[in-house]
């Protein structure tokens, strides 16, 4: 069982950056594929970002694509995201989720996920 808790977000800015972290707890989310996805107010949940169990691989949406950065610390059992240069449309709020996944694969659905954080609310004004 592994237990996800996200923190970084807040009421920014358009421009401005932010970083998400998400810490596991209960067993090391080494060998886990990790992502963050999002969901709007009124929208589907959308994955933002993904990454291989030892970071060497990343996906990012078309959306964030060059603005933001996925990275991860196993030994700090610790996913990162930085977000840069904030628009309004990506005010969601942002869960963290993991599958084990010891390969180099990335999971960017979904129903591929397992393990979720409950969220940080993440505003951006214009």
């Known amino acids: 069982q592994v237990r996800l808790v996200e923190s970084g977000g807040g009421l920014v800015q358009a421009g401005d950056s932010l970083r998400l972290s998400c810490v596991g707890s209960?067993?090391?989310?080494?060998?886990?594929?990790m992502a963050w996805f999002r969901q709007a107010p009124g929208k589907e949940r959308e994955v933002v970002a993904a990454?291989?169990?030892?970071?060497?691989?990343?996906y990012y949406s078309d959306s964030v694509e060059g603005r933001f950065t996925v990275s991860r610390d196993n030994a700090k059992n610790t996913l990162f995201l930085q977000m840069n240069s904030l628009k309004p449309e990506d005010t969601a709020v942002y869960y963290c989720?993991?599958?084990?996944?010891?390969?180099?694969?990335?999971?960017?659905?979904?129903?591929?996920?397992?393990?979720w954080g409950q969220g940080t609310q993440v505003t951006v004004s214009s």
């Open positions: 209960g067993q090391s989310i080494r060998t886990y594929a």
């Open positions: 989720a993991a599958i084990w996944r010891a390969d180099d694969t990335i999971p960017i659905a979904t129903n591929d996920y397992r393990y």
């Open positions: 990454v291989t169990w030892i970071g060497q691989k990343t």
